[in-house]
């Protein structure tokens, strides 16, 4: 990942989304507008979009359990990907927030538990991935969505 993320994943890849607006955030106001809470929803909605767009499986949204809430459970076989999105608004010309930086050790040592949790709860699933998938708003323009694959290991 950028930097501040060192452990395995690589980003496979970045495209800019087609942005639809969601019934969840105001519609009328620039993003640079939108509460903390609007923007978390707004790149959800839009991390959901691209992944289902590359062919990645949504079986759950805002998986929640007494440990923690998964953004995004998707499916591959029988693996389950608990995808954690990171969104933060772009301010200034070319200047970068780089929201997967904050998908911290402690973040990932959580994400950890909530996976192990997951495989008890789901039998059926044979093991997790955790990927990582940011996204850079930006006032008139669309939004950069980056998907980081297999972003950080289990067992570490």
């Keep these: 990942m950028r ?11 970045t495209a800019r989304a087609k942005a639809r607006h969601n019934r969840r955030v105001r519609a009328d106001v620039p993003v640079s ?7 978390g929803i707004r790149g959800e909605e839009l991390a959901a979009e691209y992944l289902q767009g590359i062919g990645v499986e949504i079986v759950e949204r805002n998986w929640r359990c007494p440990y923690g809430e998964v953004d995004i459970v998707g499916k591959e076989g029988d693996v389950a ?20 930086v904050a998908v911290d050790e402690r973040k990932r040592n959580r994400y950890r538990l909530l996976g192990s949790i997951y495989l008890v709860e789901h039998p059926r699933i044979a093991s997790v991935r955790f990927d990582v998938v940011s996204v850079e708003l930006v006032d008139g323009d669309e939004p950069l969505i980056t998907y980081y694959l297999n972003a950080f290991q289990g067992d570490e």
């Design 3 to 13: 930097d501040g993320m060192t452990e395995g994943g690589t980003a496979r890849t």
């Design 33 to 39: 507008g939108y509460t903390t809470r609007e923007v």
């Design 81 to 100: 990907l608990l995808i954690e999105v990171k969104t933060r608004l772009r301010h200034g010309d070319g200047a970068a927030p780089f929201p997967e």
